[in-house]
């Protein structure tokens, strides 16, 4: 079975054609700028030559079937027609409670999703967008949600609920939902798989670090506890958002700025994190670069983002009395390895041993950079979110046929 998946933002479109036969990729590729002049699709069909294209495309409708003449087209194409693809999968930013697991896309499904577009005014409507141009472009083929918050559906109350009146969560159902679930998910099985160990029987710590950043505590190979709140906003210092905060700074600012709330979201969101101490960059290779030629406020960013995510880390090993395994994922967690360094220096008194040489070791596998001796395991797994994707798709769609 040919599966597509789909992520779909406002403005843009990413795709992956996957063979299920094999799990292989027949193509991947982006289309950017949608509803701007000169949209650009990039299209990289696997032992193929990378096709850029720039063109006016105003709506996922016509960026989806662009990419379908794409994966069809006689030079760059993958397929011979696009009824090849027998199955469709979304990825969706916010399932809320209603969704506790991937689902077949049906009428009650996409009123659901609509639903939550208050609680994800952002991104789901973008995945709406990309349902409805799917279904439009091809008609009668099934299609699947996966949800990033689903697998953050098992904390335990304890730790979802916030310490306001309950009303707000009776109301408006106000509580930590979480993210990158796909990610946490797949990194916390590849680890076990890796360790040849049941998952059942481990502690993990998954740390999400890319330009959004979580940690999840996974106890027994399910989530316990996310650093991402009812919105990506909460947690860990990110490249653009600040992460946890006195929530008493948010009117005290508004007050004495006088600032509306879409411009203290904006502040929070797009404006702070490791662009606003370093004042330079969100990028952490630009802040490990000014580190290294002794920028003081590179440094400071660097410093207070690896100390956050270090603080979240003693916390989950709290959270679960124990970590067994700390897992680094996503852009910043797979390729800096002075993240990495300087968070595992700091956490030898829960036992961990950095072995250095692993560490600075580049690779696209999945590997172990901690020491034999040390008493936790640290990993550091690339994750494969389209991937969870595909598998979910191919699923839900063969158990119903
Ligand atoms: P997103 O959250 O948008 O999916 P990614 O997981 O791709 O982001 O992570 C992007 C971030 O990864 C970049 O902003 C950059 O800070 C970081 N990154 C990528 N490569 C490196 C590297 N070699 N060294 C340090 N940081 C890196």
Redesign the pocket.
Known sequence: MKVLVINSGSSSLKYQLYDMTDESVLAKGLVERIGMDSSILTHKPTGKETVTEVSEILEHNTAIRKVLDKLTDKVSGVLESIDEIQAVGHRVVHGGEYFKASSLVDAQAKEEIRKLIDLAPLHNPAAMMGINAAEANMPGVPQVVVFDTAFHQTMPEKAYLYPIPRVLYNKYKVRRYGAHGTSHYYVSQKAAEFLGKPIESLKIITCH?????SLTAVEGGVSVDTSMGMTPLEGLMM?TRSGDLDPAIVPYVMNKEDLTINEVNSMLNKHSGLLAISGIS????E??DGRANGDPNATLAFDMYEYRLRKYIGSYAAAMNGVDVIVFT???G???L??REAVCENLTYLGVELDKTLNAVRSDDPRRISTENSKVEVLVVPTNEELVIARDTYRLVTEQQ
Do not use: F, K, P
């Open positions: 670090i890319g330009n959004g950043a490249g969100s990028d952490m290779r802040i490990t996503a852009g910043i797979e390729n800096s002075y993240v």
